[in-house]
């Protein structure tokens, strides 16, 4: 049964500062994977999605990396923004028409 | 497109009542599942449908909770009778089986039973 796990449970930056965060998963031959923002008493928001090829992905400021071998992908926040607050979710699809398993998120706080 | 559309948005109800929470899919997704989200547990699947049809509802946490997809446009989640431990948030995504592809979420239910 896969597995996400999500390190850390929270995390507090200044302003300005480069950040990664971290996802495993316990079986590698997944599908797809998917990070994910949730900002307070909102829903999920997709921030990108890494196809089982695939070795990263790129939007703005957010690169999303993954490693199939070992079971991990980090999601790396260039110049963190006090905007970027929220929890930040990854689920991985293990295939095309099976559910995402989420990892329980971390939290980001980003102090102007 | 308009997205995954869930209402209501929010339900207050008294213990005991029936609940109904609705989905809208996005339109040519096949797939369909419904998460509930708690603090203590995060997110949990509770059913998933492929074409309409319900694959695994395993989450599904007793027999009071039943859901359903009569078309490829629309998906019930009922809860009846309600009890308080059944507060929580739950979500609609929807999705199509493709590699490239990822779930698209709803807003949301916030359910609270009093």
């Known amino acids: 049964k896969q597995e996400v796990t999500q390190i850390p449970a929270a995390l507090s930056v200044p302003e300005g500062e480069n950040l990664v965060l971290n996802c495993s998963f316990t079986?590698?031959?997944?599908?797809?994977l998917q990070w994910f923002r949730q900002d307070p008493g909102k829903g999920l928001t997709s921030l990108l999605l890494?196809?089982?090829?695939?070795r990263e992905q790129t939007s703005g400021r957010l690169n999303a990396s993954l490693d199939k071998s070992s079971g991990r992908s980090t999601l790396y926040i260039a110049a963190s923004q006090p905007g970027d607050s929220a929890t930040y979710l990854c689920a991985v699809r293990d295939s095309g028409n099976t559910p995402l398993v989420f990892g329980k998120g971390t939290r980001l706080s980003v102090i102007a | 497109d308009a997205g995954v559309i869930q209402s209501p948005r929010h339900e207050v109800t008294e213990m005991g009542q029936e609940v109904t929470l609705r989905c809208k899919p996005i339109?040519?997704?096949?797939?369909l599942f419904w998460y509930r989200q708690t603090m203590m547990r995060g997110l949990e699947l509770l059913i998933y449908f492929n074409n309409n049809v319900p694959i695994d509802d395993s989450g599904m946490p007793e027999d009071r909770f039943s859901a359903k997809m009569p078309n490829a446009s629309f998906s019930t989640l009922k809860i009846q009778p309600s009890e308080p431990r059944d507060s929580a948030v739950y979500f609609c995504a929807s999705s199509m089986g493709r590699r490239n592809y990822g779930y698209t979420f709803g807003s949301g239910t916030r359910l609270t039973v009093v």
């Open positions: 890494i196809q089982s090829s695939q």
């Open positions: 079986d590698s031959a997944i599908y797809n």
């Open positions: 339109s040519g997704h096949n797939s």
